[in-house]
């Protein structure tokens, strides 16, 4: 079966500190991965999606960025975090060409 | 007009009753529809799809009105681990047939009571 891990599960970072979230699949190839922020008050929104290594799809202009080095691992980063990049932070996995997403556990991140 | 729009609740229901709630769609030419639940501070997990002649998974029915643009879902003899956030999802014509058209609803809160 399918498993998507993501961590950590809880973060607290100062303004101006970098960023990195890591995200793996297991028991699937060639999934879409998708990066996702979901703020208090609002709906799920998309940041960034990947078909494959190195295809990076970019839904909104933020202060952030992503990279897929390997088939089932999808990073989401940033150089200097802002206050409002606090959120619930999830990455989710889908099969190629399947519109239904699963998500993982999620990372809570508070910028201070 | 936002694209997924749900009555955000808290929907507060005794135990053992029947609930159902709707969300509306604004792009007619939405091609995907589901439900997922959301419990707090956890991640959304997929309850059911939503097919155009409805579909039935136990005590959930979902339901789509095509023609009136909205989904529906009924919880029957509702147990207290119903208690969550429901969120409608709906897969934009846009998107490349993957999940990055999906957009998703705020969600509905239901608390099932004792």
């Known amino acids: 079966s399918q498993t998507i891990h993501q961590w950590p599960a809880t973060l607290v970072q100062p303004v101006g500190s970098p960023l990195s979230l890591e995200c793996t699949v297991e028991g699937t190839s060639n999934p879409n991965l998708y990066w996702y922020r979901q703020a208090a008050g609002r709906g799920l929104q998309l940041l960034f999606y990947s078909v494959g290594i190195g295809q990076i799809s970019s839904e909104v202009p933020q202060n952030l960025s992503a990279s897929r080095p390997q088939d089932r691992q999808f990073i989401l980063s940033s150089k200097k975090l802002l206050l409002s990049d606090s959120g619930f932070y999830l990455c989710a996995w889908s099969r190629r060409n399947r519109p239904e997403a699963f998500f993982g556990q999620g990372t809570r991140l508070t910028v201070v | 007009r936002k694209e997924v729009e749900q009555d955000p609740g808290p929907f507060n229901v005794p135990e053992g009753a029947t609930v159902a709630f709707n969300c509306t769609y604004s792009n007619s030419a939405s091609q995907s529809f589901f439900w997922y639940r959301q419990d707090c501070r956890k991640e959304p997990k997929l309850l059911m799809s939503v097919y155009s002649s409805g579909n039935e998974d136990g005590r959930f029915t979902a339901q789509l009105n095509r023609a009136s643009q909205y989904i529906s879902l009924l919880i029957r003899d509702s147990k207290l681990s119903d208690s969550a956030t429901y969120l409608c999802?709906?897969?934009?014509?846009?998107?490349?047939?993957?999940?990055?058209?999906?957009?998703f609803g705020k969600g509905t809160h239901l608390i099932i009571q004792p």
């Open positions: 999802v709906v897969n934009m014509p846009y998107s490349g047939g993957g999940a990055d058209g999906l957009t």
